[in-house]
């Protein structure tokens, strides 16, 4: 008979056994006290590179920690054991700009270590230079070339276009703007930025994450490679990749496994350069458009600083600029045999040789 043998209630069962399994059950452990508390620097805390961090913490209780470990951007600086609760951080240390952690584990015989981390903002330590340009030369371009990127090669330029069914890769004569060569991506892909290594050319999409290799001279597909971000602008620096993917990083990529090295991450004076988009090297120089502006940042690859900007204002007349449908600046080319510089935009009717000057 249902319920005849059970009345529905439970008999007590003590706090410390499991009501289901009548084990018995260890309370929860309490947190051990904290050993340490950061005072300085303030977790907002910012810095120019190349300055001292000064770090101060204290006792959070009455216990002294047997030691101290101080980490910075990854990477153990000095180990405390002498009670001493204050540690200075060397210049030689934020020397790059980026978001850096400062991390403390304090530790006590017994015990589990206590860690504390806060992160630190390292700007550049110098204002960029301002730069203006002179016009040398006018060069037609195709104003259905929506340019994502753009180098120079033996007296011909190759072009990565965008805009899915509308991306290729191009070589192009320069004095003529004719199309010598031409690689229609499937309709699929959203081309952008490409670059040369040997005899092979890179070229990356925006948001599918694959990018192909091609042989420079007939646009056959070797292989491709594969990426976690957007891929946005490409450039090579001695042996070594350059990809950005539209934030204020740059990725340093071994080409043979598209493997990154090394992130650097961009700065001025004042904050993160955002929008970082097609990239060229240039004297040592990372040169990078940045995306919805008339800017060319110079960038250092040892550091992240921005050196300086370029400022291609008024290089192609307003009304031009809307005839081609869209006003982006995006393109810049490097000759290094004769030290020429060509910049363009999407959609744009010319590609133009300029000369850096100074702003007046």
Known sequence: MIGACDSGTRKPVDDKTDQDSGQAVRPAAKPAPDLIRLTDPSPDFETSAGSQIRVRYKLA???????????????????????????????ESTGTTGIRALKLLAYKEARRPQSVSIFVKILSDIAPERYGYRVERVLP??????TQGLFWH???LYESTGQEGRSSLRKVKPETGEVIRKHNLEARFFGEGATLVGNQIYQLTWQTKVGFIYDLETFRELDRFYYNSEGWGLTTMGD??????????????E????????????????????????????????????????LIARIDPDTGKVLG?????????????????????????????????????KNWPKLFQIEITDVP
């Open 61 to 91: 209780g009455r216990e002294v920690p047997d030691s101290v470990e101080v980490y910075f951007g990854g990477r153990l600086l000095t180990t405390v054991k002498d009670g001493s609760t204050e540690v200075l951080i060397s210049g």
């Open 141 to 146: 371009h195709d104003n259905q070339a929506y």
């Open 154 to 156: 033996e007296g011909y």
């Open 240 to 253: 070594e990749l350059v990809m950005s993917d539209g934030s204020n990083k740059l990725y340093v990529i």
């Open 255 to 294: 080409p043979s496994t598209f493997r990154t090295i090394r992130t650097i991450e961009v700065y001025d004076n004042k904050s993160m350069v955002t929008y970082l988009n097609e990239l060229e090297f240039i004297n040592g120089e990372i040169w990078s458009n940045i995306y919805l502006t008339d």
């Open 309 to 345: 900007f370029v400022d291609l204002a008024g290089i192609m007349s307003d009304d031009e600029r809307r005839d081609a449908g869209d006003d982006v600046l995006n393109g810049i080319a490097y000759d290094p045999e004769d030290g020429r510089i060509f910049v363009t935009g």
